[in-house]
């Protein structure tokens, strides 16, 4: 008997062919079950194709590795069989591990079968080499090796069915299993190589029609390794490509739940915004339904946001919002909605069952809005005005939002600071602003506007020294309209313009009518709406009505709130210094109210300060009015500029503001807004404060009283 002698480095190299291509095969098995489609037959046949080339390659190493006494060949056709038998036992292997499951009946055929496939390419690859003698084989080794084929291929099978989803651990234990693998392969053959007998003095058949041994080792092992290596390489590439693919899709599903995030909440505050707090309500009217449950809408709006805003721009204003929010949130349980759906408005969606728990949280809220704010190096106080809407309510249909908005508006009307439970008639309200709206659109045309007079005089010697015209409206049906229910109104909608305009005309018109009697140094003030003040053709219209009625602009003088002059500082002041280029005076209004830096004040070409009614009123209950009011006096003189006090009620004030210094004083002490007749008629009075001290005026007046 022969027995041929191993090559150990063509053994050791046809182990590691057999462990590539386990490892490339397992690896392909990942790629089949991660692809869809006609990729997936591609894989398939790629993997199917690694893997029967890496075994077929390892077998015809293996046989090189002996050297046997004779020459060896082998014949085409069978060793291309045996090729063909390694491929199909391949795909078939890899079909099956890339199914769903893996029941043990199927794992159990598909060794079987496997093994069948492996064995058969061995031994149709011995009987490529046509023996004659013909190869004697030892049963037991056969059937050995005929087991571990079996075995293996389904220890193979089942390891390739667990590793198919990629991991970075997937990767290691890939690894082990291709060694095993490998070594299972090799193993089978060696036992299979081992079973087998050459008799003495046997010869190759194929070595005359066959191919020769040496180039067949060329070939194999240059075309298996390079084919192995290819469908790695591909494997491994497609692998990342895969897991960059993956990355992509998880920051593009990132990106679209930041989207939606941002769809529904607002970006400054991070709130949750008006769609978003729709769906919750409409959500908590649904549970209610259901369940029979209550609920409530607190409909928050800041007090005094405007000023700060105008006054120290958006950035401060946003940030003031945030911290609104903050201490919103602060107030409210996790399970409560907070939204924010305009500029400072908020909205607060409560879980709260009786009327006395939302009253309890707005009252919460109101207090924690109240306490001053510190943003950056300004100190700076809002406060909350609050109307709050139960549902259900005692009608059916509701309409939370609009019902709590309208809450909150008569909230604003009893003073700010405050909340509001909702009430029917608070809708009937809102149709009432409507159709107010609706005539104040006619009430120039129809001359139902009038101008009051209000007399303002000199502090130290109260003598009498012009009027602020103050706006009324004749209405038909509801009698004199005063200002505050039609200005704001007016503001809005744009009228406001016109009006003032009318006004201003009204006002200088009254004037020139009454300096034809009156002292050369009277002067009469006019209130400028926010609106007006940015008007572009503000100062065109302001020549021509001079010139029309003959006004020194001298005798006129424009009241600007003290917010509307911080707004925008730089435009304000070339607006307000082309006013003062005119020779017209400009007074601060409402002084006290908004937020005056001290810088643009120096800098303002305003003439006078007009102490916000307020303060005056306030200076007989707390020391706090008597300390501001005293220095807003002290600030005006230091900043030249004459200081005016309005609200004059009580002698009391009136002795105080003129111990502090003020200069003039305005107050229904000294005389309240009038229209023109009574004006006069009233100043020449002799219990009239005018009438003692200004005789001369008054005399005049009464010739006025008698023209009229
Ligand atoms: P304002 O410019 O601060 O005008 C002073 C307001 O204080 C007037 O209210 C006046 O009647 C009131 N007042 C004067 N003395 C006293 C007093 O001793 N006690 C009290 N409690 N109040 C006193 P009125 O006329 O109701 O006007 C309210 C506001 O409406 C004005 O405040 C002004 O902002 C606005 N307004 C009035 N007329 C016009 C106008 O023609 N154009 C513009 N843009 N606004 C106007
Ligand atoms: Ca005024
Ligand atoms: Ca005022």
Redesign the pocket.
Known sequence: MLVGHYNSVLVLFSVLVAILASYTALDMAARISAAQGRAMRWWLAGGAFAMGTGIWSMHFIGMLAVSFPMAMGYDPWITLLSLAIALASSAFALWLVCQEELPWTRLTGGALLMGAGVAGMHYTGMAAMRMTPGIEYSPSLVILSLLIAVDASGAALWMAFRLRKDSAQVKLLRAGAAIVMGLAIAGMHYVGMAAAHFQRGSRCNAIDTGVSNNWLALLIIVSSLAGLLIALIVSVLDARMESRTAVLAASLAEANQELTHLAMHDGLTKLPNRILLEDRLHQATENAKRYHGRFSVLFLDLDGFKAVNDSFGHSIGDRLLVEVAQRIRACIRARDTIARIGGDEFVVLLDADEPADAAAVADKLVTAIRQPFTIGELELRVSASIGIAIYPGADGRRDLLKDADAAMYHAKEMGRNCYCFFETSMNADAQEQLQLLHDLHLALERHELV??Y?PKFDAANRKLMGA?????WQHPTRGLV???DF?PM??KSGL?VP??EW??DEACRQMSEWRQFGSENWSIA????PL?FGHTGLIQMLRDTLRRHGVEPRCLTL?V?ESTAMRDVDTSMAILQQIYSMGVNISI??FGTGYSSLLYLKRLPASEL?I??GF??GLAKDGEDAAIVSAIVALGKSLNLKVVA????TTGQQEFLTRLGCDSL????LG??MPPDQFIAALSKPDSPAADEVPDLSSAWKLVAQTI
Not at 526 to 529: D, E, F, K, Q, R
Not at 666 to 669: E, K, S, W
């Open positions: 101008v009051y209000q602020e015209a103050l706006v009324r005063p200002p505050n200005i007016a503001e406001i009006i003032g006004v201003l006019v209130n400028l709406s007006q009241e709130t209004d409402d007009k916000d009614r005056v009123r309005e609200g004059v009620e305005q107050g229904f002490l309240r807004p």
